[in-house]
């Protein structure tokens, strides 16, 4: 989401429904962006690839969660070797700093700690099943904490870049929530659906900076990113697309929203 802090999460998927989605949940409350694998992977994606490259190595910092279960997992297993292999990799940028081990239980600290000795050399993260908020609220400082000290930075740049992503967070989580409106709608009736898509996203009110260039926008093979206002917004609703590192083209989809707005404007 945006410029949000993306904690991506290790774990064995016996432990989703009870223990990491209830996490995932606070943490996402608390303007933390999560990657799990349940809400990321859409069917005929690479499952390698998307966890290993588009969640791991992307992510700002990477939680992992040890439990019973986990310990034996395959894929936690997979994950872990990716980090370690990556960190001895002389080619890779992976950051071994960025990594937060958490335990259900002092027992399973002691059960990994030789094993992976990499990984449990920091602070000891206990966030048992029945957690409270004394242990969420450490792990939320434990997260932040992490997150800027590898942003880099003094305080005061640390509050602005938390002021930031919060606006991100806010911003990014309106967009999916009005995208997911409209995905449902779209499978009753395509064109009433893409009609209804265009009047939700105009009445949003995110995309006036951008509409204010709508002359600009379709009598142009190209404009340049930085002349644009709310480029991000609308290319999250696929209304413009990269034509080059600094320049942007309208989309099929683009074009036919502007023509709505200008047959609709008036209304």
């Known amino acids: 989401m945006g410029n949000s802090v993306l904690a991506f999460i290790s774990h064995a998927s016996e432990d989703k429904e009870d223990y990491i989605e209830p996490i995932s949940d606070d943490l996402e409350s608390c303007y933390i962006n999560i990657w799990i694998d349940k809400r990321k992977i859409v069917p005929g994606d690479n499952l390698r690839k998307s966890i290993l490259q588009d969640g791991l190595d992307k992510a700002d910092i990477v939680l992992i969660f040890f439990t019973e279960k986990s310990l034996k997992s395959s894929w936690v297993d997979t994950e872990i070797k990716h980090v370690l292999r990556e960190k001895h990799n002389k080619d890779s940028d992976f950051d071994l700093n960025k990594i937060i081990s958490i335990f259900d239980s002092t027992e399973t600290y002691e059960s990994i700690r030789e094993r992976y000795p990499e990984l449990t050399d920091d602070l000891l993260h206990l966030m048992p099943v ?138």
Do not use: H
Request: net charge negative.
């Open 130 to 267: 029945e957690y409270g908020k004394i242990e969420l609220g450490q792990l939320i400082s434990a997260i932040w904490s992490k997150y800027f000290s590898l942003q880099g930075g003094d305080i005061e740049t640390q509050r602005q870049l938390l002021q930031k992503d919060k606006e991100g967070f806010e911003k990014d989580k309106k967009i999916q929530a009005l995208e997911l409106k409209l995905e449902k709608s779209k499978k009753s009736d395509p064109k009433a659906a893409q009609s209804q898509e265009f009047e939700d996203i105009y009445r949003s009110g995110k995309l006036n900076g951008f509409l204010a260039y709508q002359n600009e926008i379709l009598n142009s093979q190209y404009v340049m990113r930085e002349e644009i206002k709310d480029v991000p917004e609308a290319m999250a609703f696929g209304l413009v697309q990269n034509r080059s590192q600094n320049t942007i083209t309208i989309t099929e989809k683009g074009k036919e929203f502007f023509r709505w707005v200008i047959l609709n404007e008036d209304q």
